[in-house]
């Protein structure tokens, strides 16, 4: 599969009309890591890729690679092969909350 994450974060922001500063207002992320994403960066943590998703009410695998999952109640849950493909590519980035 190929990684259409700058593709398919460009037609879901206009699709649902929000901006690259409201997405990242959203996330709690700075917008120009988003500006970044729109424009062929990838995320260097999963949980970047993960709240993205959530806030466009997207699975990872519409967001990722632009298609979507066989099934729409896998909505935003990792597929063990979505989850085994991106950690090839990205590193995990996993904190304890306190």
């Not at 994450?5 to 990242?24: P, V």
């Given at each position: ?6 593709q398919s974060?460009?037609?879901?922001l206009e699709?649902n ?5 409201q997405l ?11 500006h970044?994403?729109?424009?062929g960066a990838?995320p260097?943590?999963l949980?970047s890729?993960?709240k993205?998703?959530?806030?466009l ?6 967001l ?7 099934s729409?109640?896998?909505n935003?849950a990792?597929s063990?092969n979505v989850?085994?493909?991106l950690l090839?590519k990205?590193e995990?980035v996993?904190s304890?909350?306190?």
């Amino acid at each position: 599969m190929k990684i259409q994450l700058e593709q398919s974060l460009k037609k879901h922001l206009e699709q649902n009309a929000i901006t690259q500063n409201q997405l990242a207002t959203n996330i709690g992320i700075r917008p120009s890591s988003v500006h970044a994403y729109v424009n062929g960066a990838i995320p260097r943590g999963l949980e970047s890729i993960i709240k993205i998703a959530a806030e466009l009410n997207l699975s990872l695998d519409e967001l990722v690679f632009n298609q979507r999952p066989a099934s729409r109640s896998q909505n935003i849950a990792l597929s063990e092969n979505v989850l085994l493909g991106l950690l090839g590519k990205y590193e995990l980035v996993i904190s304890k909350k306190e």
